[in-house]
C-alpha cells in the first residue's frame, strides 16, 4: 500500500527526513520503518511508522493529533511517547522513552 504523504500533514518530518526509516545501531532492527514499510490502519486514523521490538507495539502518528504515539495492539490503547519525530528519536536513542 502506498501512503499519500498529503494526507499526513502531522507526519510532515517522517516523509521529509526519515522515509529511509532508521535503526538504533548498524546492523540491528529499524525502529522507524522506511517509507515502503509504513501502512495506514483500517479506519484510516493511524499511520504506522515502526516497532518497538517487542508485544507487536508499533510507533504510529494518530490523524489529527501532535506527536508520535506508542499503538498497543493487545490492549488497543494509545500513549503519547514525543511532541514530534525529533524528540521521538533522542528520547528512543537515550533511553528516556520506554514502552
Known amino acids: 500500500m502506498t501512503v499519500n504523504a498529503a494526507n499526513w500533514p502531522n507526519a510532515k518530518e517522517y516523509f521529509a527526513k526519515l522515509a529511509t526509516g532508521l535503526a538504533d545501531e548498524p546492523g540491528r532492527t529499524a525502529f522507524l520503518y522506511t517509507q515502503s514499510q509504513i501502512r495506514e490502519s483500517d479506519d484510516a486514523q493511524k499511520l504506522y511508522i515502526g516497532r518497538a521490538g517487542s508485544g507487536g507495539i ?24 514525543a511532541e514530534d519525530v525529533s524528540d521521538f528519536i533522542e528520547g528512543w536513542r537515550t533511553d528516556t522513552i520506554k514502552v
Open 58 to 81: 508499533e510507533f504510529v502518528f494518530c490523524r489529527g493529533e501532535k506527536g508520535v504515539w506508542a499503538y498497543y495492539p493487545i490492549d488497543d490503547e494509545l500513549r503519547m511517547l
